[in-house]
């Protein structure tokens, strides 16, 4: 009988478990920004970017609201995200990072700086809020206040179904934030 080993995609250490491996990626790759097969994704079109991006502007507006129950920890997901454009998007990222045993990416952004970074990722300025059109009310994403600095944090895994010896794959990117609500006045 032979013994099994899973191997770190990154430093090829052989581990008996994936909870061992999943450890090791943590103590020692924990901000891994290396993509192993990055050389099989191909680079998604303009149209391709652009199409998930407005997605992603669409989504975040619809969670933004008025009132109370529009304030605090928000949360979306685009179930059929491409893998390539999640990386093409934020490989660059300071705050990216890779887990090739959970072939999962995130990337944050946080405070004023997240935000100024993220109007220049989506080419859109106004990505953050919505003002309601006849009050001075603005729902928005909070990335800082008079106390803290918050994150807008992007999520991309892949979900696997096996069925009747067929696989189904698929990737899910999810947004976690937090959102606020308040009156301003124009000056």
Not at 123 to 151: A, C, M
Request: aromatic share 16%; net charge positive; with cysteine.
């Amino acid at each position: 009988m032979t013994d099994t080993c899973i191997y770190c995609k990154l430093c090829f250490k052989p581990f008996t478990t994936y909870q061992k491996l999943l450890v090791h990626e943590r103590n020692k790759h924990l901000h891994n920004k290396t993509i192993p097969h990055f050389y099989s994704l191909s680079q998604p079109s303009s149209e391709q970017i652009f199409y998930y991006i407005n997605s992603f502007i669409v989504l975040i507006k619809k969670k933004l609201g008025f009132s109370r129950h529009a304030v605090g920890k928000k949360r979306f997901s685009i179930e059929t995200f491409p893998e390539n454009v999640f990386v093409y998007l934020f490989k660059n990222e300071e705050m990216f990072k890779y887990s090739p045993a959970q072939h999962k990416y995130q990337c944050c952004f946080g405070g004023s700086a997240g935000e100024t970074r993220l109007k220049q990722l989506l080419r859109y300025d106004q990505w953050s809020f919505r003002q309601h059109p006849i009050t001075n009310t603005k729902g928005y994403v909070l990335l800082e206040d008079s106390e803290n600095t918050y994150q807008v944090k992007f999520i991309w895994n892949q979900t696997v179904l096996s069925e009747n010896n067929r696989k189904f794959t698929l990737g899910r990117m999810t947004c976690n934030f937090i959102a606020d609500s308040g009156e301003f006045q124009d000056m």
